[in-house]
């Protein structure tokens, strides 16, 4: 039986245990995901298109490109480690509870401003502002109100595809189709739709890693979607972030995380609402 060291090194390039630690360890330093071993053939197929296209010849070259032009490779890198998976109104019930107690809690508390703030902490392809924004429009609670979304991730790719807001039919097509009508407009015959200028002016997209420190950002959001990264991060990671991002919001502020995560043990500054809802308590 061959070791999965063997079949590694069977490969087109060869991937030998020292170049993934190295890969390991950077990918952990930069941006915080934890690569298992379990993840070596993603790992692998994800980085071996960027090694055909710079014409080498084993992942040991790459480790070494990488290690020696971190300015330039870095981001690609990046791009090819992380899992951009996100669909419209996913989790559909953190969307029902935007519209249906989280909003009309958030207009009664922020009359006097007027002002709604909401991050998107890892938007991937934009999906999620996206929903937010067609929620906040949907809940017509907020007209004439000063809404942003702020809407970041660390992967340059899957921003420049948020920013164009242009979606292939299939990704828009579990909606109900007065969602559809309301909030996409169809671009041409060959099925791409477009998100509606109305939707679009509410979310801002900006490149954002969320290991780095300070964040950027000066004021407090009410709500925060942060959904569906924390499971690439160690406990300490989610520890430290979670408790980062109770310093940006208010108290009473929300924050919703993905299905297969969880607060519990991590921090005591937010009160579980259930079905991964949270309130900063302090
Ligand atoms: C699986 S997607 C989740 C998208 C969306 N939040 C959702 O739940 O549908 C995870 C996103 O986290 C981003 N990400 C991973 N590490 C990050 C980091 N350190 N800082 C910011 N974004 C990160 C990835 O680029 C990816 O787009």
Redesign the pocket.
């Known amino acids: 039986m061959s070791s999965d060291r063997d079949d590694f090194l069977r490969r087109e390039f060869p991937m030998r245990a020292e170049d993934y630690e190295f890969l390991r360890r950077l990918a952990v330093r930069t ?3 934890e690569l298992s071993d379990a993840k070596k053939e993603m790992v692998y197929s994800r980085l071996v298109r960027r090694i055909r296209a710079l014409h080498m010849d084993s992942f040991a070259t790459y480790c070494r490109h990488l290690d020696q032009n971190p300015a330039a490779e870095l981001s690609f890198f990046v791009n090819a480690i ?6 419209f109104f ?2 559909g019930h953190h969307f029902e509870a935007l519209r249906t107690t989280i909003l009309p809690d958030l207009v009664r508390r922020n009359a006097a401003s007027r002002k709604l703030r909401i991050w ?5 392809t934009g ?2 502002p996206y929903s937010i924004a067609m929620s906040v429009l949907d809940s017509n609670l907020c007209s004439g109100w000063d809404v942003r979304v702020l809407a ?4 340059s790719n ?1 921003l420049a595809h948020a920013t164009a807001g242009r979606y292939a039919l299939e990704r828009v097509q579990g909606l109900a189709a007065d969602i559809v009508q309301r909030h996409f407009t169809r671009l041409d015959q060959d099925g791409i739709l477009e998100v509606r200028p109305a939707v679009e002016a509410l979310v801002s997209f900006r490149q ?4 780095q420190e300070p964040w950027p950002m000066t004021g407090l959001f009410d709500v925060v ?1 942060c ?3 924390v499971i ?1 991060f160690s406990k300490d990671t989610q520890r430290l972030l979670f408790n980062r991002i109770a310093e940006q919001m208010p108290v009473g502020g929300y924050l919703c995380i ?1 299905h297969s995560e969880t607060m519990h043990g991590l921090s005591d500054r937010f009160e579980s609402l259930g079905r991964t809802m949270y309130r900063k308590r302090f």
Do not use: H
């Open positions: 941006t915080g995901i992380t899992t951009n998976l996100t669909s996913r989790e998107s902490a890892a938007c991937s999906e999620e970041t991730d660390i992967d899957v954002l890693n969320l290991m979607f959904r569906n990264v690439y993905g």
